[in-house]
């Protein structure tokens, strides 16, 4: 998203859908889920847990 520069906000709205319904794969919100079964996080969980949002402003204009 901030590579290609068109992208102003993302929020993330699955984090805990796969333990919430039991990691039953026939829910399509399981297959979303940043934590997957045995607890373990997904690389995308762990690709946000590495970004640093500290000192950046809150608006980014083009």
Request: negative net charge; aromatic residues 18%.
């Amino acid at each position: 998203m901030e590579a290609g520069g068109f992208v102003w906000l993302a929020f993330v709205w699955n984090m805990n859908a796969g333990p919430e319904l039991g990691f039953d794969p026939t829910r399509e919100s399981v297959a979303y889920s940043l934590i997957r079964p045995g607890y373990a996080f997904s690389p995308a969980w762990l690709a946000i847990a590495e970004m640093d949002f500290r000192g950046r402003p809150r608006w980014i204009n083009p």
